[in-house]
Structure formats: C-alpha cells, structure tokens
C-alpha cells in the first residue's frame, strides 16, 4: 500500500504541480504587492481615488456593492495583464528563439499531390518514382 502511494507521489505530474503550486505562491506575493503598491496607487494618482469600494447603488432600499466588483474587476485585469505582458509573452519570446522547428516528415508527389514519406521512392498512391 505504501509503495503505491509512493509511486504516485514520485510520478513527474506530482512534483512539477507541486512546484508549479509553490511558485505560483511566491509569483502572487509579488503580484499582489505590484497591483496594490504600485498600480493601484498609479490609478489613485491619475483618477483621483485609489478605492472604489464607496460606490454603492440603492434599489428597493438594499445596498448593491458595485464598488467592490469594480475594485476586483480592474484588480484581475491588471493581474492578467500583469502575469501575459511580464510572464507570459517574454516566456513565449525565448521559447520560440530555443526550439528549432521539425523538418517535414512528408512531401507532396510530383504527380498526384498527394502527402508521401519523405524516404519514400514511389508514391504509394499512384506508383509513380518520385526523385
């Protein structure tokens, strides 16, 4: 029973979502930090009031809080932009400069154009010798 479960524990998808869980933990601090210290406060400074959480709409006498949806929706949207434009896209820039595209593993037949094994010496569609 044990060894099962340490097989599991051990397996690659285990340890990499452990790390990446751990890693995501600390990226949030600094996130975090950078929405609240720095952009929020950027915001306060054009704006004029860094806190929307004092917007509240009255019907029928009950408060609806749309303050605090504005707070979490500008909050989530400089986040997402925040981990795309920080993360994300320069993530994307360096992996496609490291990876090296795969040379075909077709080409087309002189004749019939239809996708053939680039070894291939016929085609195997219509026979005919292919250079």
């Keep these: ?7 599991f524990v051990l397996r ?6 452990a790390v990446a869980v751990i890693i995501g933990a600390a990226f949030n601090a600094i996130v975090t930090s ?12 054009i704006v004029g009031k860094p806190d929307f959480s004092g917007v509240v709409v009255k019907v029928h006498g ?3 809080m749309i303050g605090n949806f504005l707070n979490a ?8 932009s925040v981990v ?3 993360v994300v ?28 094994p680039i070894a291939a010496r016929r085609c195997a569609h219509c026979a005919q010798p292919v250079a």
Aim: a positive charge; charged letters at 20%.
């Design 1 to 7: 029973m044990l060894k099962g479960f340490r097989d």
């Design 12 to 17: 690659g998808n285990v340890v990499d979502l």
């Design 34 to 45: 950078m929405v609240k210290d720095v952009l929020t406060q950027f915001i306060a400074a």
């Design 62 to 64: 009950t408060p609806i």
């Design 73 to 80: 929706a500008i909050s989530f949207l400089i986040v997402a």
């Design 84 to 86: 795309y434009f920080g």
């Design 89 to 116: 896209l320069p993530l994307n820039h360096l992996m496609s400069r490291i990876k090296k595209p795969a040379p075909p593993a077709t080409k087309p037949c002189p004749e019939c154009l239809s996708e053939i």
